[in-house]
């Protein structure tokens, strides 16, 4: 299961700066990739809660009900960016592991998303040939499905306010 990834809270507003604006730049000199591939590996590193990034964690409850609903052996959690394991790693491990097919799946949910389009599909064909087992990307999700996700969370919070319980997370 891969999910976006965020910068962790509590990661300085100086090193949070620094890193995104050199991720960001075009084109990067050598000592600018240098210092890039350093903050890199501290944002990947850092360490996550539920405090500073509840991202990372509702990551893996979801993947926890996704294992639990759907039967499945194992469900890995990858990133895109900003926290590890990243997509290459957790495809690394699901091969050398004993199922007997990897089945890739995103929380992005629309088309349109480079990540989604692109580099996802890139990391499962570099592992492809090395994974000695199928490797699936179950993407595009239909766009019905998703719609009807998304009308049934809609139908359960007005139902919710309807009750009484007021407009959402905030109230009123």
């Known amino acids: 299961m891969v999910g976006h990834g965020q910068l962790p809270r509590d990661l300085p507003d100086e090193l949070a700066g620094e ?3 050199l991720k960001f730049k ?6 600018e990739e240098g210092r890039l591939g350093e903050l890199e590996k501290l944002v990947l590193d850092w360490p996550r809660d539920e405090g500073n990034d509840p991202y990372y964690h509702g ?3 979801l993947s926890e009900k996704v294992a639990s609903l759907g039967r499945f052996e ?19 491990e699901a091969c050398r592991s004993g199922v007997d097919v990897v089945v890739v ?5 629309t088309r349109g998303g480079e990540h989604s389009e692109e580099e996802i599909p890139a990391a499962i064909e570099e ?8 490797l699936i990307y179950a993407w595009p999700f239909d766009e ?4 009807r996700l998304l009308v049934e969370s809609v139908r359960s919070h007005l139902s919710s306010c309807l009750a009484g319980e007021g407009y959402g997370p905030g109230g009123i």
């Open 26 to 31: 075009r084109p990067r000199t050598p000592a």
């Open 59 to 61: 990551l893996h409850r």
């Open 105 to 109: 799946v995103t929380t992005m949910l």
């Open 74 to 92: 194992r469900v890995w959690v990858a990133f895109n960016e900003f926290c590890r394991p990243k997509l290459g790693e957790a495809l690394e």
């Open 19 to 21: 890193y995104l604006g």
């Open 127 to 134: 592992h492809r040939s090395k994974c000695g087992r199928p």
């Open 144 to 147: 019905a499905l998703v719609a």
